[in-house]
């Protein structure tokens, strides 16, 4: 610590992290003593909502001279697949909480197309949007940590995807604050996300729209004399009838797409529910914007092109490591399931019918997992990485998909039903080809 | 750090093979394949240079896959990388021209690999193929008829073997054999016989679908009497197949290397094809929204991509004396598979520009189909990485 003045190094920063995972079980101890209070977001499920849930006053409290950014990742120019010593306590740390919070609470959070709540503050108290923020603004990053971004949503979708996408999505606009946001936006917005009330918020990109693409927005946002008026409406929205805070995507007067910063009190925003075939348990909506007023500096980096881009790319990323996880979650189901079960006197793993699909998803996933890694390192040391998160994209979309399928077909018609896991894990993965925004590393 | 990144201390490295791939075997690529078993003679010069290449540090080719001794703890990229990322390039070039590279066979990696000191002594600067297949043992490579009987200070040595790569025209084979066909693999040893050794005969080369400037050749071995110290690795029976087998480690990212050379060829020539056409890859917007030339182009990349990390994951692990025998296994599934769907598919997306033999394109689709037989073939790989990930034996799961 001495030698940089005061500032958390490695070992500092995942003490800090233990910190927070001790207080954590302290709370935990406590919860069982309380009603189960899963279901409490299930009112806001049906009808439409009159307006976003609106919340807290955010204001710009300590205003810094600049934008505060983490630097670009450091190493030796070496081919590496060690993480650090850091990266590995919170991925243990983060698979753990996937274990034994995400997991169990899984089936019934896809039912209630909802986020337990207790889960959102869990996340908050482990300080996973923390992880982005630079020191200077309360957080506890040092530099762009695009990968250990990826290792976080890896290990929580291991756990659950959709409860991953609930617990994530805060983090995509702090992130996108750390990333884009100018002193303002920063001094507004970022201190709610480092304290343990981290506010529902949500990156939202997508349209209903057949071919989405966010290069091409339905979304309009015109210059007014005071600002921007905001026009269209966003799809698969996470948490989004509890959301506080929104950035949201749209066609800057014909410029091309850029990023608003839209508190959800605005006037004339509306949420829906918008279940869908998986992903249930992140509590996805629509949100309608009908000539919504925002002031000048609710525009984000500018309305610069390649700040567009960038995010469109690294949410990519973000989906791939979701699907990462989740596949994994699908090998190390299905490996004691064909182990165990017995057909014509033998495991049915002992067929090379079925043992050939576990290998293919073995070697799929690797190149899945190595493409995302590859996308999020480049992003992380301030190389060009379209190509990178396109192939990243393209492949854990394909791949993704058919090992979510061949998930299902080796357990079988138990696959089908759902006293097993597979059957959601084949519903998750089908958005990873169609997923836009929402989460970012 | 992870950082599945090529250091730069390899770009020159790269770049020679490159331009060695584009200069001596791109020229000569079609050459070569009209006139199958012909001598490419243009590579005994490319040899004389990479040779000295590998002296000083540089090696392109597809030997010498010797495990360093590594000096000092934290993170390596060495011998292994080099190797992978070279014969990449050398195959963007030429896949066949590649394996008729004097003394870069896969005879070379083996004693690379498991030779004594004194043999490794003995055999350099020497040529040797690999002989393992039998009319009647594929895969299957425990099960091989042909016998090694001791007698005095040699090994007399009997039987047959087909499809050896580089046969006619290397210096010496390495030739399997068992020295107790009732004991099983325990028995199976490997022998360096020199290609002048009486009864050591030549049957034919075979006439193939691609790789012709490949030569392969059948032999038939009668009575042919080798030195005892010829045999490759320890004399005992019940030891010393697993270490013969762990060749394949070394081996298989190579060949999945071959792959990732040729796919990279083909997709290269297809891009500049859709370019010119009108026809651009855009790896921002989603693939269903541009042209479906373009969307399968970013499938077959995103492929191309995987086995590339898969192959270097495998050479990176080696480099650091970590086991690798199951990425050895995946990279080498997966480059397979990948090379030969690429290239059908970039000549299907060429159409006659692609199927004619006008391109190289068509030539590319027929030299990488050997590429996920030879080496261990898919099936091979995946009965080792389900064996691997099921914890299976080989007894469980055949």
Redesign the interface.
């Known amino acids: 610590m001495t030698e940089r003045g005061g500032k958390r190094d490695a070992m500092g920063r995942a003490l800090a992290l233990l910190n927070r995972l001790a207080r954590l079980s302290a709370l935990d101890r406590l919860r069982l003593r309380e009603p189960v209070r899963r279901g409490v977001y299930g009112a806001t499920k049906a009808g439409f909502t009159a307006a976003g849930a609106g919340g807290r006053a955010f204001t710009a409290a300590r205003r810094l001279a600049r934008p505060e950014r983490l630097p670009s990742?450091s190493?030796?120019?070496?081919?590496?697949?060690?993480?650090?010593d850091e990266?590995r306590m919170i991925r243990e740390t983060v698979a753990e909480f996937a274990a034994e919070r995400l997991r169990p609470a899984a089936a019934d959070a896809d039912t209630a197309c909802a986020t337990p709540a207790d889960l959102r503050s869990t996340v908050a108290e482990l300080g996973v949007a923390s992880l982005g923020v630079p020191e200077e603004l309360g957080g506890l990053g040092t530099e762009r940590s695009a990968?250990t971004n990826v290792l976080v949503a890896e290990a929580m979708a291991h756990g659950d995807m959709g409860l991953a996408v609930a617990c994530l999505a805060p983090s995509a606009v702090s992130t996108a604050l750390v990333l884009w946001g100018d002193v303002t936006q920063q001094a507004t917005y970022l201190p709610a996300f480092v304290g343990s009330d981290v506010p529902v918020a949500a990156l939202a990109v997508m349209e209903p729209q057949v071919?989405?693409?966010?290069?091409?927005l339905r979304a309009k946002a015109y210059r007014t004399t005071g600002g921007f008026m905001l026009d269209g409406v966003k799809s698969m929205v996470p948490g989004a009838t509890s959301a506080e805070l929104f950035v949201i995507a749209a066609e800057l007067d014909g410029r091309g797409p850029a990023l608003f910063i839209v508190e959800s009190g605005t006037s004339g925003i509306r949420v829906e529910p918008e279940p869908a075939m998986g992903l249930r348990a992140a509590g996805m909506g629509r949100v309608h914007l009908d000539r919504v007023c925002l002031p000048l500096n609710a525009l984000m980096g500018e309305g610069q092109s390649d700040v567009y881009?960038e995010c469109?790319?690294l949410s990519r990323i973000a989906w791939c490591a979701l699907a990462v996880g989740t596949a994994q979650a699908v090998?190390d189901y299905v490996?004691p399931y064909?182990?165990g079960r017995v057909a014509f006197g033998e495991p049915v793993?002992?067929r090379?019918g079925v043992?050939?699909k576990?290998?293919?998803i073995?070697?799929?996933l690797?190149?899945?997992r190595?493409?995302t890694?590859?996308a999020?390192?480049?992003a992380e040391?301030g190389k060009t990485f379209?190509?990178?998160?396109?192939?990243?994209r393209?492949?854990c979309a394909?791949?993704g998909m058919r090992i979510g399928n061949d998930g299902v077909q080796l357990l079988g018609g138990h696959g089908f039903v759902k006293e097993h896991p597979v059957e959601r894990w084949y519903r998750d993965l089908r958005v990873i080809g169609l997923a836009e925004g929402a989460v970012l590393v | 750090m992870i950082n599945p990144e090529v250091p730069r201390k390899f770009a020159r490295l790269v770049d020679q093979a490159h331009q060695a791939a584009a200069e001596f075997f791109r020229p000569n690529s079609r050459k070569y394949d009209r006139a199958e078993h012909t001598y490419p003679k243009e590579l005994d010069v490319l040899a004389a240079l990479l040779d000295g290449l590998s002296a000083s540090g540089g090696g392109a080719g597809a030997s010498g896959v010797r495990r360093e001794r590594v000096t000092g703890a934290g993170n390596h990229n060495g011998a292994n990388m080099r190797l992978v990322l070279g014969t990449i390039e050398m195959c963007w070039g030429d896949v066949g021209l590649l394996l008729s590279m004097p003394r870069q066979g896969l005879g070379n990696a083996a004693i690379a690999s498991v030779a004594n000191d004194e043999q490794l002594a003995r055999y350099q600067g020497k040529w040797a193929a690999m002989a393992i297949t039998e009319p009647d043992t594929g895969s299957d490579s425990a099960a091989i008829r042909t016998t090694a009987v001791r007698d005095g200070d040699e090994y007399v040595l009997n039987g047959e073997k087909i499809f050896v790569t580089a046969g006619e025209r290397a210096d010496c084979v390495v030739v399997w054999a068992t020295l107790d066909r009732s004991k099983g693999r325990a028995a199976i040893k490997s022998f360096v016989v020199d290609r002048d050794t009486p009864g050591f005969e030549l049957v034919r080369l075979e006439r193939k679908l691609g790789i012709r400037a490949s030569d392969t050749a059948h032999f038939r071995l009668d009575n042919v009497r080798v030195p005892a110290a010829n045999l490759l690795g320890s004399p005992d029976i019940d030891t010393g197949f697993a270490a013969a087998m762990q060749t394949f480690d070394n081996t298989r990212p190579l060949v999945a290397a071959m792959s990732l050379g040729v796919a990279r060829a083909a997709l290269d020539e297809t891009r500049r094809l859709l370019t010119e056409s009108g026809t651009p890859v855009d790896y921002d917007r989603p693939a269903h929204t541009q042209p479906a030339a373009a969307a399968v182009f970013l499938q077959l990349e995103a492929d191309w991509e995987a086995a590339r990390l898969l192959t270097l994951s495998a050479a990176w692990l080696a480099d650091n004396r970590e086991p690798n025998s199951l990425q050895a296994s995946m990279c080498k599934a997966k480059a397979g598979r990948t090379a030969s769907d690429i290239t059908l598919r970039c000549v299907e997306l060429a159409g006659p520009l692609g199927y004619g033999e006008n391109s190289l394109l068509e030539k590319w689709a027929r030299d990488s189909k050997i590429l996920d037989i030879f080496e261990g073939t898919q099936q091979i790989q995946q009965l080792i990485v389900a064996r691997r990930l099921l914890g299976k034996t080989s007894t469980e799961l055949r």
């Open positions: 990742a190493s030796p120019d070496l081919f590496d697949l060690t993480p650090t990266q990968v071919l989405f693409d966010p290069f091409s881009a469109v790319r090998l490996i064909v182990n793993s002992h090379q043992a050939f576990v290998a293919d073995g070697i799929e690797e190149g899945m190595l493409l890694y590859r999020a390192a480049r040391r379209a190509r990178e998160a396109g192939l990243a393209r492949l394909e791949q």
